[in-house]
């Protein structure tokens, strides 16, 4: 079992762009070297201006030594084996994967920042309503920037005036990443019902997603079906508006998904109903059925405004999936 995430990620010396040329040379220091912690200490005493409290540089230290930078021998620290696994392959992918792995939240800001810029006060209710094992205060801005400026550090996020966005390269993540990380193992700390996010599949299709990507959706629904009114996380499926096979750009964009449980999703999905671009339900005239519930939640519903879905799905998604539907 992989050791728990952490839940606090500490700040490098150098500036808010500057994390990952920090951490490069603090691990080319250890390696050539193998300092004790004196030396260490005063290795960054001698890098970077006005750092001299022991407190401050042991807290960065220790927080190296628990992703797995950093270990020690003895008296003498040495390279992790994370440290030796980045330092060998010196790339941003090897750093972003470590990251993600071991910190909580990263992958899901990521994906949240998908639908759009955020200021730091978004950045954090983000974070909370996703991850509330963070347990920071509500409008805290220290955690939400040590997680902005690593992603920063690493090329992923740029700073709008008073906001963060997503850069090229960080967007490019995101749409690889939903699939990617489908096997990463991470489950909610509350809430989940002790259904491991990490094997969730699909109704319809089997396919995994990342769990952080499932969690990110949820939260901003606030972990309800739209369409049933199911709040029980473990019977959620993150739906997919234009196909996941069909439009794989789309898979990781907020604004093509919605939570529905997996009854609904089974009955999206087989085009018994859908919503127009006015987020109005639309029935199949040839979905005949039975069921208290379905009859209840959706044909009874037709016509209905589902209000939870304004501002949530992008009106040109709905439209072209609706397009391919003969009973439209």
Known sequence: MPPDRLRS??????????????????????????????????WHRGSFPNVSSRESIMRRV????????????????????????????????????????????????LYALVAGAMSLEEVSEQQLDTHPELGWSRGQADMPKQRVNWLRS?????????????????????????????????????????MHAGTYE???????VDPEFRATVL???????????????GLLDVAHVLSWSEYPSHRADLSNVLPLSKTHH?????????????YRLQVNPEFETESDLLTR???????????????????????????NLAWI
């Open 9 to 42: 990620i500490v700040p490098m010396f150098g500036g808010g762009t500057q994390y990952v040329e920090t951490l490069d040379s603090i691990l080319s220091f250890v390696d050539a070297h193998q300092p004790t912690t004196e030396e260490l200490i005063g």
């Open 62 to 109: 220790s927080y190296l030594q628990q992703v797995g930078f950093l270990g020690q021998s003895g008296n003498n620290w040495r390279l992790g084996e994370a440290g030796q696994e980045y330092h060998n392959q010196a790339d941003r992918e090897t750093l972003l994967g470590i990251m993600c792995t071991r910190n909580v939240g990263l992958r899901s800001l």
């Open 154 to 194: 690493m090329g992923l996020v740029e700073k709008q005036s008073d906001t963060y966005a997503l850069t090229d390269d960080g967007r490019q993540f995101v749409e690889t990443a939903v699939a990617e990380w489908a096997d990463s193992e991470w489950t909610p700390s509350a809430g989940d019902n002790q």
């Open 202 to 208: 699909a109704t319809i299709q089997a396919r995994s």
């Open 219 to 233: 939260s901003r629904h606030e972990q309800t079906c739209p369409i049933s009114g199911v709040d029980h996380l």
């Open 266 to 278: 089974a009955a999206f999905d087989r085009e018994l109903f859908t919503v127009d671009q006015d």
């Open 297 to 323: 939640t959706i044909i009874n519903r037709e016509g209905e405004q589902i209000s939870a879905l304004e501002g949530q799905l992008e009106p040109q998604y709905v439209a072209k999936h609706n397009a």
